[in-house]
């Protein structure tokens, strides 16, 4: 099948109470594992691509490259998504270039400047057949280029985002409820607020609801970093228990990119401390590319119970 918006994949989603992870991408070896472990756990997949991943690995690099993906898994359902969409133009040339789904994040904005802002980007995006995913509230920590403190860091509030959703008829709403971006997620007990995700799927019942800032930061992961050379202490993330309580609790979205950093960088420290003479990029890129593979199929099957949705 073609690439395909996420609107069916977040009806199934939304009716038979699981998530849909959606992975950052930045190179080949990173969507290989993610489109082989779809394949393999029969599970749709958002494959997204933040602006900056789009500079690193260039927008038609990256285009091609899912191209390929979806052609070597004619049976998996795959979007392509612009994730933290940071202005109208970003927006637009990805929805030019044939990606199915785009986010604005208007969240850094106050909240007439996200409407006006999200408003524009579905306008346009509505108009080329591509949905849209709006953010309200501020996660904590860092988001693609703006850090938010933890202090500024703001709860989605349910009313507000009602009147969000009608004003603007985004797709999907990002939602902040104790989530944060990166590998430094709690200091003490790690926490989600699941009353307010309550009280907001009760005021926009038909929206789909995104979760970010989700990675576990696999605890092995980071483990098998620093047993290698890596020096990441303290790191923390969302456990696999209350991910999977947020999957059957009406999140129909789940973004995982730490995580897949973590695998990649495990993976090649491993080989290059173990074989110190290895400088063939083979050597140390398909140990992380099965890793990463594994991370996903994990989540795929065990934590968002996506598997066998395809
Ligand atoms: O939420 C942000 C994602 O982790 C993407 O990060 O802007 O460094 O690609 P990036
Ligand atoms: P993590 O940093 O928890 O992987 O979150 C990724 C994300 O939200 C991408 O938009
Ligand atoms: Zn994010």
Sequence with gaps: ???????????????????????????????????????????????????????????????????????????????????????FETCKMCIDAGFTSVMIDGSKY????????????????????????AELGKLAGIEDDVNVSESDAMYTDPEQAREFVERTGCDSLAIAIGTSHGAYKFKGEAKLRFDILKQIKE???????????????????????????GNIPGAKGVPDEILHEASV?????????????????????????????????RKYLTPARDLIKKTVKHKMIDVFGSSNKA
């Design 1 to 87: 099948m073609p690439l395909v918006t996420t609107k069916e994949m977040f009806e199934k989603s939304k009716k038979e109470g699981f998530a849909i992870g959606a992975f950052n991408v930045n190179n080949m070896e990173i969507i290989q594992a993610i489109v082989d472990a779809a394949k393999e756990a029969n599970s749709p997949v958002i494959l997204q691509a933040s602006s900056s991943a789009i500079k690193y690995a260039r927008i038609n690099y990256l285009m091609k490259m899912v191209q390929a993906a979806v052609e070597e898994a004619p049976n998996i359902p795959i979007a392509i998504h612009l994730d933290h969409g940071p202005d």
């Design 110 to 133: 106050d909240f007439e400047e996200n409407v006006r802002l999200t408003k524009q980007v579905v306008d346009y995006a509505h108009s080329k057949g591509v949905v849209v995913e």
């Design 203 to 229: 005021k926009i019942p038909n929206t789909p609801i995104v979760l970010h800032g989700a990675s576990t930061v696999i605890p092995e992961l980071v483990e098998m970093c620093n047993q290698y050379g």
């Design 249 to 281: 609790s009406g999140v129909s979205k789940i973004n995982v990119d730490t995580d897949l950093r973590l695998a990649m960088t495990a993976g090649i420290r491993k080989v290059l401390a173990e074989e110190p003479n290895a400088f063939d990029p």
